[in-house]
């Protein structure tokens, strides 16, 4: 894989007290939601608006001022992950790998990130989460609380859902402390899912090593803060403001897509990415890009060294570096770095790997793809 362009910015630091606050970020696991793209490719590196979802949630860090990261990765991946991030640098940060040799949960990650967490605070934040909301509120308020007598054990972030049960669900007590948590309830005492974002003091570690592998065989976060609450460890909870989404499936990874090009139209000082998605001829930031006979609907984002003609882009649409786009029409959809597209009409709603090649005609509709790397469509 061609490593990642790094996208310049201003690091905004969140004002920290004393005590120094990690983060630990969660990019291993082998993507089978996301198949046939991550047969060949990290599912955290699968781009949102060109940008890989990992960077967003290494950037919302740096953001908050946390500089201090450990990123767990697989064997499968982990290599492909190190070459893009680097050492953290580009992002203000520095960044210690930690492998896990199978997926056995998310208590597991913390269990083996433990050398590197120490007796620190520290930010949990599953790696293929995009959140519209930065992180420096809740992690200051966290911070905040580190100094006072009723500092709590945990906080965990919430949203508001409409399908708790598809969750972790967290019922609160008139305060927001946490009473319990429950995994995918069939009768959820609440409408509030875990987000995947948690801060966590070294009680956790203690809490962990308490717990034993859920009948799936893993060691679960939600086992490990049930147990801080039942010997008697506070932990409250904050609820989300603006969306979030799971990019682990094809859909809500166009969704995320849609939402981030919104968002940065919205939110021109937005930390959450450089890019700035305009309507031709203005295409942001990108560098040797040759449109003719074409049109680029807002929102929509261009990548370097990308060719179309006599085609129609957009809307919610990102067309990676190195692309060609001949006589197609495009909307609602990710193309990845090096597709070449051919007389393919009417591609909605789709998903196409790096490098890949579809050729049509202008007696066919293409309408909904998800095509893996290095693949080869003729549309008949």
Known sequence: MTPAKMIPEKIISAKMTSTKIKGLILSGGSGTRLRPLTYSSAKQLVPVANTPVLFYGIKAMAAAGITDLGIIISPQTGDEIRQAVGGGSSFGASVTWIVQDEPAGLAHCVQIAQDFLDADPFVMYLGDNILE????GFVQSFADSLSVSTTPAARILLAKVPDPSMFGVAELDTTGSVVSLVEKPTNPASDLALVGVYMFTDAIHAAIAQITPSPRG???ITDAISTLITSGKPVDSEILDGWWIDTG????????NRLVLDHLISDPNSDMSDIR???SPKIG???DVEITASTIQTPSVIGDNVLIANSHIGPYTAIGPNCQ???STISNSVILEGAQLTDVNG???SL???HSTIKGSPATTAAHLTLGDHCELELT
Do not use: F, M
Not at 133 to 136: H, Y
Not at 249 to 256: I, M, T
């Open 133 to 136: 909301q930065p992180l420096a």
């Open 218 to 220: 893993e060691l679960e």
């Open 249 to 256: 499936k094809k859909d809500s990874l166009l969704e995320a």
């Open 277 to 279: 998605p305009e309507i």
């Open 285 to 287: 930031n990108a560098t």
């Open 325 to 327: 786009i001949i006589n």
């Open 347 to 349: 591609l909605t709603d």
């Open 352 to 354: 196409i790997g790096r």
